[in-house]
Nanobody
Framework: VQLQASGGGLVQVGGSLRLSCAAS????????MGWFRQGPGKEREFVAA????????YYADAVKGRFTISRDNAKNTVYLQMSNLKPEDTAVYYC?????????????????WGQGTQVTVSS
């Protein structure tokens, strides 16, 4: 499974961005795709996840109500719509995928990772 993340950039406080994660390869076994982020000097943290069979979604408390994860099966792509961005959202955002759907939000349970895309929120 290969993941290609895109859509990062520089945005002002309160602005919006949409990240995309295109999956390719042996994707038939993928059941869960998620987004994680790693800010400067911080550990990687969970942002959001979506279960591909059923559309259940999960969010970190820090982004609930501001971020929306969605998918387009025809394009094998998952999106992260980010709104009302804050300086603390500044990070490299990574998409990830896995077969399992247990331990939602645990980065150690995701074997497939994209290359990361930088999001910078300026004040």
């Amino acid at each position: 499974v290969q993941l290609q993340a895109s859509g990062g950039g520089l945005v002002q406080v309160g602005g919006s961005l949409r990240l995309s994660c295109a999956a390719s390869g042996s994707i038939f076994s993928i059941n869960d795709m998620g987004w994680f982020r790693q800010g400067p000097g911080k550990e990687r943290e969970f942002v959001a996840a979506i279960i591909l069979n059923g559309d259940s979604t999960y969010y970190a408390d820090a982004v609930k109500g501001r971020f929306t994860i969605s998918r387009d099966n025809a394009k094998n792509t998952v999106y992260l719509q980010m709104s009302n961005l804050k300086p603390e959202d500044t990070a490299v955002y990574y998409c990830a995928a896995r077969n399992s759907i247990v331990f939602i939000g645990s980065s150690t349970h995701y074997p497939y990772w994209g290359q990361g895309t930088q999001v910078t929120v300026s004040s």
